[in-house]
């Protein structure tokens, strides 16, 4: 099974060096370049669906929340420790990357 891989930034995708870092993980699996602010997602609490730059964002926690902007509810969670990273939706249906309509 090939992995799943997304890159992205906090300062546009375009930028070359992501792009070579896309080139370079090509051989582990299907690669995804996206800007995640823009990104959809679907809270489990409320039904609301947001892009994720509106949600609002707890960082200064040991890691990164992300909460629905309606309800509160905790939609992801960022942690990590030494050289891993871990992310999980507690209260996510679905989170969506790309242009909507574009398909
Ligand atoms: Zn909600």
Redesign the pocket.
């Known amino acids: 099974m090939a992995s799943v891989i997304l890159v992205t930034n906090d300062d546009g995708i375009h930028a070359q060096g992501l792009s070579a870092l896309a080139q370079a993980l090509e051989s582990l699996g299907e690669v995804f370049v996206d800007e995640m602010t823009s990104a959809r997602i679907a809270?489990?609490?409320?039904?609301?669906v947001e892009s994720v730059g509106a949600e609002h964002a707890y960082v200064q926690a040991p890691g990164i929340v992300l909460?629905?902007?309606?309800?509160?509810?905790a939609?992801l969670v960022m942690t990590r420790t030494g050289s891993r990273m871990r992310i999980w939706f507690p209260?996510s249906r679905w989170l969506e990357t790309g242009e909507p309509g574009n398909d």
Do not use: Q
């Open positions: 809270c489990e609490g409320c039904g609301s909460r629905c902007t309606h309800c509160d509810s939609l209260r």
